[in-house]
């Protein structure tokens, strides 16, 4: 049976919350009426009285006030952590910067290396491709030249060679391949190698917005473009326009 008086003892008492579940549990219990309240108005529908209206008035000011208490306690008790959060930042932050900034300058150094032994590669793939190459047409031609003259041991010879030179060409594949790396001096790192990295750099903005004017992602910025021109003080809804953009004014109780 669990000891009630002992907070270690309850469920989760071992790895409490980050903040205070009563002070949760209360406010969340002191706004239930103002959800029953507002499901009845809801439920009353239109209203057709001044009084009724004032009535809503106050209520919503009194839900506004709930939810305004409610973000009060929220900031208060997040604050210890986001202090908390920042501390660790301050801390963390120059040695991860300093790591960083220590192998972003020695990158160039490993980079160029890697370059020039994946060109040595490249240039013994291309060698072995083309020994293999010559190898198949000689091979080839020994096979062409047995059977011009009914030489059966020759042909035979001819067919080794034949898939001899096949293999070496798969070899020769094999090893192209294979890019260039460099593994651990002390075993305990990691192989690197080169990676491709795309980069896409804007020439023509017109033509690239014509590529992905269709997307909804486009469109949503595009919107919050004009949406946040026309909320601006100098705009005059009445007379200024923005092309291509509806734009609407309508009033809500506030």
């Known amino acids: 049976m669990l000891d009630e008086t002992n907070d270690r003892a309850k469920i989760g008492g071992n790895n409490p919350p980050p903040f205070d579940a009563e002070e949760v549990a209360k406010l969340d219990a002191a706004g239930e009426k103002f959800l029953e309240a507002a499901a009845q108005w809801l439920e009353n529908g239109d209203l057709e009285t001044e009084e009724d209206a004032a009535l809503l008035n106050d209520f919503m000011d009194g839900v506004k006030k709930r939810a305004k208490i409610a973000e009060e306690a929220r900031k208060k008790a997040k604050k210890p952590h986001d202090d908390a959060g920042k501390a660790v930042q301050a801390a963390f932050k120059p040695v991860i910067e300093k790591m960083e900034k220590a192998n972003t300058k020695v990158q160039p150094l490993l980079t160029e ?6 060109a040595k590669k490249d240039a013994e793939a291309e060698r072995r491709r083309a020994e293999a190459q010559a190898a198949q047409e000689e091979a080839n031609r020994k096979a062409a030249a047995a059977a011009a003259r009914n030489d059966i041991s020759g042909e035979v010879e001819a067919e080794a060679a034949q898939k001899e030179a096949e293999k070496q060409a798969k070899d020769a594949e094999r090893f192209a391949k294979k890019s260039a790396n460099v593994g ?19 020439t023509n903005p017109r033509l690239l917005f014509m590529r992905y004017q269709e997307r909804p992602e486009v469109l949503e910025c595009l919107r919050n473009l004009a949406a946040r021109e026309a909320r601006q003080a100098s705009f005059n809804i009445e007379t200024d326009t923005i092309p291509g953009a509806d734009i609407t004014a309508d009033q809500k109780a506030v």
């Open 113 to 118: 290396w890697l370059k020039k032994e994946q």
């Open 184 to 202: 651990s001096a002390t075993g305990g790192g990691r192989t690197a190698s080169l990676r491709t990295v795309i980069e896409v750099t804007v």
